[in-house]
T-cell receptor
Framework: GAVVSQHPSWVICKSGTSVKIECRSL??????MFWYRQFPKQSLMLMAT?????????EQGVEKDKFLINHASLTLSTLTVTSAHPEDSSFYIC?????????????FGEGSWLTVV | RKEVEQDPGPFNVPEGATVAFNCTYS??????FFWYRQDCRKEPKLLMS???SGNEDGRFTAQLNRASQYISLLIRDSKLSDSATYLC??????????FGAGTTVTVRA
């Protein structure tokens, strides 16, 4: 089963509205989660690092006021795309690191397809 | 220069064939290397880690060349189910991952 769960899997919204995507680590605590965006036929691009209890760290070129990240608990990070526009349509995916006996393993959520119309 | 570059392909091969492809990375200090598999419109899933001495996992063989800063993936005895996009992933520091754009492999009957 999924180790990291994302919701919703698909969302269509009108231009100008805001959309929230949730990323949950199941059965483990994740102090750090990562948010990526992937446009068709392109690589995953890191948008930001979500830190539990503190502000997210954004990659260069990513607008922090447009992509709001909240990591209020050790198992939940949310990404809110504010005032969405058609160019924000993309595949958004989160990841979390699990520290086990074999070392660190990165798990990805199932991803969220956002279409802004 | 991109951090991780891959030949996008596509590699179109018959069942049973061997297919191999490389990726190059720019950060010489990178410590961890992985191959992920991504199916259409799905999240990436770890295929295998790549170790300095090279490693095998069934029909899959990964190699690392630090001097030339590239890693490779070889798939033997290709199956239809191997059709996917293979992502080269490099971990330059912490848990941040740098992804290649992917190499598309299509295995035909």
């Amino acid at each position: 089963g999924a180790v990291v769960s994302q919701h919703p899997s698909w969302v269509i919204c009108k231009s100008g509205t805001s959309v929230k995507i949730e990323c949950r680590s199941l059965d483990f605590q994740a102090t750090t989660m990562f948010w990526y965006r992937q446009f068709p036929k392109q690589s995953l691009m890191l948008m930001a690092t979500s830190n539990e209890g503190s502000k997210a760290t954004y990659e260069q070129g990513v607008e922090k006021d447009k992509f709001l990240i909240n990591h209020a608990s050790l198992t939940l990070s949310t990404l809110t795309v504010t005032s969405a526009h058609p160019e924000d349509s993309s595949f958004y995916i989160c990841s979390a690191s699990y520290r086990g006996f074999a070392g660190n393993t990165i798990y990805f959520g199932e991803g969220s397809w956002l279409t802004v119309v | 220069r991109k951090e991780v570059e891959q030949d996008p392909g596509p590699f179109n091969v018959p069942e049973g064939a061997t297919v191999a492809f490389n990726c190059t990375y720019s950060n010489s200090a990178s410590q961890s290397f992985f191959w992920y598999r991504q199916d259409c419109r799905k999240e990436p899933k770890l295929l295998m880690s790549v170790y300095s001495s090279g490693n095998e996992d069934g029909r899959f063989t990964a190699q690392l060349n630090r001097a030339s800063q590239y890693i490779s993936l070889l798939i033997r005895d290709s199956k239809l189910s191997d059709s996917a996009t293979y992502l080269c992933v490099v971990n330059p520091y912490d848990y941040k991952l740098s992804f290649g754009a992917g190499t598309t492999v299509t295995v035909r009957a």
